[in-house]
T-cell receptor, first 112, second 114 residues
Framework: GDSVTQMEGPVTLSEEAFLTINCTYT??????LFWYVQYPGEGLQLLLK?????DKGSNKGFEATYRKETTSFHLEKGSVQVSDSAVYFC???????????FGSGTKLNVKP | NAGVTQTPKFQVLKTGQSMTLQCAQD?????MSWYRQDPGMGLRLIHY???????DQGEVPNGYNVSRSTTEDFPLRLLSAAPSQTSVYFC?????????????FGPGTRLLVL
C-alpha cells in the first residue's frame, strides 16, 4: 500500500543554517506530494505541494522537488530562522484521492 | 471564516465511557476527515466523508463511529473508550477530493483514557 517515510528527528540547527529533511514514498500510480508544518499547540498547515513528477513546490523559502526516479520529496531551506521551529510532515495523496498518508513527522529546533 | 473548529480541546475519560468529538467547518467543504496523531507514527486516517450522508473507513477505524448529516459537521464517536485511544485527534476538511486539494486542519482534541 501507499506509505511515506521521513527522517527521524529531532533536527537541531543554528539560525541561518541549511536545512534538509528527507522524505521518500511508496505509491502506485502518480501520487501528489505535500509538506505540512505543525507549530506547537496548533493543527497542521500546508507548507507546499507538487502534483506531478519534476514539479517544484515552494513557499516561505522552503522548497521540495517531486523526484519520481528516486521516489523522493526532500524539503530544503537555505537559511532557517528560529521561527521555523516546528514539526514537519511529508504526505501523499494517491490514486484514491480520498486518502492521505502522512510520515511520522520530523521535529526541527532552530537555535539563535 | 472560523475555518475548522474542534471541541473539546482536552478530555479525560475512564475506560468504557463514551463521548463525541465535535468538528465543524464553515467553508462549505465537501470532504471531511478524522485523524489520530500518536508519537512516532504521524497522522493516521480514521474515517472520512465525501459529502453529507456519505462516510467511509480509513486506516484505523476500529472503535470509532462517524456520521455526516450536514455539510458543516462531522462528529467522531467513541462508543467504549479504551486506553489505546489516548491520542490527539485532528479533523480536516477540503473543498473536494483530488490531488490538488489542500486540507485544512482544526486545532486538535487531546484525549486521555484512563
Amino acid at each position: 500500500g501507499d506509505s511515506v517515510t521521513q527522517m527521524e528527528g529531532p533536527v537541531t540547527l543554528s539560525e541561518e543554517a541549511f536545512l534538509t529533511i528527507n522524505c521518500t514514498y511508496t505509491a502506485t500510480g502518480y501520487p501528489s506530494l505535500f509538506w505540512y508544518v505543525q507549530y506547537p499547540g496548533e493543527g497542521l498547515q500546508l507548507l507546499l505541494k507538487a502534483t506531478k513528477a519534476d514539479d517544484k513546490g515552494s513557499n516561505k523559502g522552503f522548497e521540495a522537488t517531486y523526484r519520481k526516479e528516486t521516489t523522493s520529496f526532500h524539503l530544503e531551506k537555505g537559511s532557517v530562522q528560529v521561527s521555523d521551529s516546528a514539526v514537519y510532515f511529508c504526505a501523499l495523496s494517491g490514486d484514491n484521492f480520498n486518502k492521505f498518508y502522512f510520515g511520522s513527522g520530523t521535529k526541527l529546533n532552530v537555535k539563535p | 471564516n472560523a475555518g475548522v473548529t474542534q471541541t473539546p480541546k482536552f478530555q479525560v475519560l475512564k475506560t468504557g465511557q463514551s463521548m463525541t468529538l465535535q468538528c465543524a467547518q464553515d467553508m462549505n467543504h465537501e470532504y471531511m476527515s478524522w485523524y489520530r496523531q500518536d508519537p512516532g507514527m504521524g497522522l493516521r486516517l480514521i474515517h472520512y466523508s465525501v459529502g453529507a450522508g456519505i462516510t467511509d473507513q480509513g486506516e484505523v477505524p476500529n472503535g470509532y463511529n462517524v456520521s455526516r448529516s450536514t455539510t458543516e459537521d462531522f462528529p467522531l464517536r467513541l462508543l467504549s473508550a479504551a486506553p489505546s485511544q489516548t491520542s490527539v485527534y485532528f479533523c480536516a476538511s477540503s473543498y473536494s477530493t483530488g490531488p490538488q486539494e489542500t486540507q485544512y486542519f482544526g486545532p486538535g482534541t487531546r484525549l486521555l483514557v484512563l
